[in-house]
Nanobody
Framework: QVQLVESGGGLVQAGGSLRLSCAAS????????MGWFRRAPGKDREFVAR????????YYGDSVKGRFTISKDNAKSTMYLQMNSLKPEDTAVYYC????????????WGQGTQVTVSS
């Protein structure tokens, strides 16, 4: 099992930037990928970005392509989400999650961190 703790959320004006962090502990060398998801009030959970832990290959949701960058630091077992050009519609609780094996669900989740973008 992997334990995940997000940090870095907050309040920012539209056009601003934030960097989220996700610190992992436990079986940190055993998972296939990690990712970021978000849930806005009244909406379904949305995929934001994913990074394959061994190769660093990245994938992004259409709504954040070109604005957000996912990265990792293997030595620190930490994943990051750099969010630039933030929009009010990016307001949500952001969650990090881990995927143990290719083709399986993300099965370990953090508690979430609130990001609020004011117009």
């Amino acid at each position: 099992q992997v334990q995940l703790v997000e940090s870095g959320g907050g309040l920012v004006q539209a056009g601003g930037s934030l960097r989220l962090s996700c610190a992992a502990s436990g079986r940190t060398n055993s998972y296939y990928a990690m990712g970021w998801f978000r849930r806005a009030p009244g909406k379904d959970r949305e995929f934001v970005a994913r990074i394959t832990w061994s190769t660093g290959r990245t994938y992004y949701g259409d709504s954040v392509k070109g604005r957000f960058t996912i990265s990792k630091d293997n030595a620190k077992s930490t994943m990051y989400l750099q969010m630039n050009s933030l929009k009010p519609e990016d307001t949500a609780v952001y969650y990090c999650a881990s995927q143990m094996y290719l083709g399986t669900n993300f099965d370990s989740w953090g508690q979430g961190t609130q990001v609020t973008v004011s117009s």
